[in-house]
């Protein structure tokens, strides 16, 4: 069986570069969070990833979420429920939760590496805590007082679950087609009626009671996005006591057959077929998208992390089968018997990629949550509001880059084991098909990509892209003080990347309101252009942090220098791709749109 160990040592190392959790300490508002608590929790999560759900991820796999159209319940794969509570008793639901509800209030930059941790080590189980935190964030964000009385702390333990009811059979990426309704009543409550469509952990048998968001119209709502509003629609209606109280009319009438995370029941959901299910308001009528949005914010940081999960596990199983697999000569020493296969050129350079996209995507995830924190938290009002600024514009790129990237990364996984990465039973397969679904939920790359030149940068006048153009410039200037070859490396092509970027930032913002459709045309090769340019920003950093380790003779010196081979890598192979994206944005859309309509 495959085995799965938490990268603590990059981990630890993004914590003390890219996200300096002694800096972020010294708030008020995360003094709890000091490096030896951190290290602890970072160790725990680590155990129980490897020693719990790492030894599920393939029976989950293969046994599969199971519906009973009888009572339309939903059962998990054997092992998940025990496991789920094993999560809850070590505190892993309430840790970036408020302390007022039952929480441990710790940073995002703390909880990105537990959640890779969980996306890891068995992806089908990660995606329940990862909708319940969306979920929880929704109603603080929005929710009265009663609705927060009511539920936070039960879903902050865990004893509660959450999920997040969008989709519906017409409308996907598009949410103004939603039909939902959701009709007042004389006291204050909604009935809802209409079907949800792929609504993941919409029904299972870890928790006693399931809170469910739902997207809905009021009958007065005006049409498209602006008539859309939220509601909390639980499986059990709750008496004044907190006790469960009667069924609500909203049922699971079945789940999907899929590709991959086969443990997670991805639900057909059913509201109002005995008179309407009674819902709670969240906030204001007809805002609802825009609360959602806010909630999505962090379900799609959440999926871009799934995307560097999978991504780990791949790599580590790549390389563990490299080592092992004896098979064909060295190029570089015919004569003698057969290697293993990690010694010929071309899987050194399928390793080197799925290592140095990992990396480089964790780094970035890294910073984007480092400026979460510091926008949440920093006393300083415009501190706040740049780190508020970094992660809007991130959060398009790191879910569109890091799902696309896992795409080649569990892809590779397959390839370097051979005809073996076709068989199941390695579990190569496995991450691959797991991985497929990261850039089609929460909004596929193509809608990542709308967000990323239209609202994030157009919109604006590219302030926030140009203001991080100018740090990634800043930066370069101080890796050009290095000598050491990689890095000195990395800073040229580092700054050709941004050259590119550069280049990429004016066309759209000289071509969007005249040629709308060219800017569109070159969104997604946008995405794969920053995020491999900031990707390769935040590897040079924790790089040239470790050639001062290096030089300080710091005992870990195989350690470090590997962080510089991996940089050296990024910036030979990965970033030319991103000036080709480059020249895809400014010279592909005529190409793109040259054939008619009819001609395909
Ligand atoms: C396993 C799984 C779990 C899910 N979990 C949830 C959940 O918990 N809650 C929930 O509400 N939903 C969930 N979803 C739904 C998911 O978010 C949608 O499938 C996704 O947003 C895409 O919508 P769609 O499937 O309708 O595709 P469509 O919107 O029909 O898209 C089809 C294609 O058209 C492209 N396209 C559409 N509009 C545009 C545009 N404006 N510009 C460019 N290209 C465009 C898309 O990129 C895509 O390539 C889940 C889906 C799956 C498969």
Same mark, same amino acid.
């Not at 708030?27 to 490897?50: G, R, Y």
């Not at 865990?158 to 959701?182: I, Y």
């Not at 006693?208 to 996005?225: C, F, K, Q, S, T």
């Given at each position: ?65 199971? %519906? ?18 094993? =999560? ?19 940073? $995002? ?14 992806? #089908? ?32 333990? #865990? ?16 949410? &103004? ?13 909604? +009935? ?18 399931? !809170? %469910? ?12 996005? +602006? ?7 639980? +499986? ?25 995370? %086969? ?7 059913? *509201? ?7 819902? *709670? ?9 825009? =609360? ?20 780990? $596990?791949? *790599?580590?199983?790549? !390389? ?102 076709? !068989? ?6 496995? *991450? ?67 050259? &590119? ?49 290096? +030089?300080?003779? %710091? ?46």
């Amino acid at each position: 069986m495959s085995t799965y160990q938490a990268p603590l040592k990059d981990m630890q190392l993004l914590l003390e570069t890219v996200a300096p959790l002694a800096e972020l300490c010294k708030l008020p508002h995360f003094a709890d969070a000091t490096p030896d608590t951190v290290n602890a929790i970072l160790e725990e999560s680590a155990k129980f990833a490897s020693e719990v759900l790492c030894p599920l991820n393939w029976s989950g796999d293969q046994e599969g979420a199971r %519906h009973n159209p009888t009572d339309n319940s939903v059962a998990t794969p054997k092992g998940f429920k025990a496991a789920y509570h094993g =999560y809850r008793a070590m505190g892993g639901t309430g840790l970036p939760m408020p302390e007022d509800f039952g929480g441990m209030g710790m940073p $995002r930059c703390v909880v990105t590496l537990t959640d890779e941790m969980l996306h890891s080590s068995n992806m #089908g189980f990660g995606l329940l805590p990862m909708l319940t935190q969306g979920a929880i964030e929704a109603i603080l964000l929005a929710g009265s007082d009663e609705l927060k009385a009511t539920y936070l702390a039960k879903m902050v333990s #865990g004893e509660w679950t959450g999920t997040m009811n969008l989709t519906e059979p017409q409308a996907g990426s598009d949410l &103004a087609l939603v039909k939902t309704r959701a009709e007042p009543q004389p006291d204050g409550t909604y +009935k809802v009626f209409g079907t949800k469509i792929f609504i993941t952990y919409g029904e299972h048998d870890w928790a006693e009671n399931i !809170v %469910h968001l739902v997207l809905a119209r009021l009958p007065d709502a005006p049409p498209g996005v +602006k008539g859309i509003s939220l509601l909390v629609v639980p +499986k059990f209606l709750v008496n004044k006591d907190g006790s469960i109280g009667a069924r609500n009319d909203a049922k699971c009438i079945s789940i999907e057959h899929k590709l991959g995370i %086969h443990a997670s029941p991805t639900s057909v959901m059913q *509201y109002g077929d005995a008179g309407g299910a009674t819902g *709670y308001i969240v906030g204001e009528p007809n805002r609802g998208l825009e =609360y959602m949005f806010i909630m999505m914010n962090l379900a799609r940081f959440g999926v871009g992390l799934q995307g560097v999960g999978i991504s780990e $596990r791949a *790599y580590q199983h790549a !390389v563990a089968f490299a080592r092992e697999r004896v098979q064909s000569r060295d190029v570089g020493a015919p004569k003698e018997p057969s290697v293993p296969i990690i010694r010929h050129p071309d899987v050194r350079r399928m390793l080197m990629r799925m290592r140095a996209q990992t990396e480089a995507a964790r780094a970035l995830a890294m910073a984007t949550a480092y400026a979460f924190d510091l926008a949440e938290a920093h006393p300083d009002a415009a501190v706040r509001a740049s780190n508020h600024a970094f992660v809007d514009l991130m959060i398009p790129i790191h879910k569109g880059w890091a799902t696309e990237m896992s795409q080649d990364v569990t892809y590779l996984g397959v390839q370097v084991h051979g005809g073996m990465g076709f !068989v199941e039973e390695t579990g190569a397969a496995q *991450y691959y098909r797991d991985a497929r679904i990261t850039p089609i939920y929460e909004g596929t790359t193509a809608i990542q990509a709308n967000d990323l030149v239209g609202r994030k940068m157009a919109r604006e006048g590219g302030v926030t892209a140009k203001a991080l153009i100018a740090s990634m410039r800043e930066f370069t200037r101080e890796l050009a003080t290095s000598q050491h070859p990689h890095l000195k490396v990395a800073h040229s092509r580092l700054n050709s990347g941004i050259d &590119a970027l550069e280049r990429t930032v004016a066309f759209n913002l000289a071509n969007f309101n005249s040629n709308v459709r060219a800017c569109f045309a070159g969104s997604v090769p946008m995405v794969k252009l920053f995020g491999i340019v900031c990707g390769g920003w935040q590897l040079a950093r924790v790089a040239l942090e470790a050639e001062k380790r290096i +030089k300080t003779g %710091h005992a870990d010196k195989a350690f470090y220098e590997a962080k510089l081979a991996t940089l050296r890598f990024f910036a030979d192979t990965m970033i030319p791709e991103a000036i080709a994206a480059a020249d895809t944005v400014v010279n592909g859309a005529e190409g793109t749109l040259a054939l008619a309509e009819d001609a395909f």
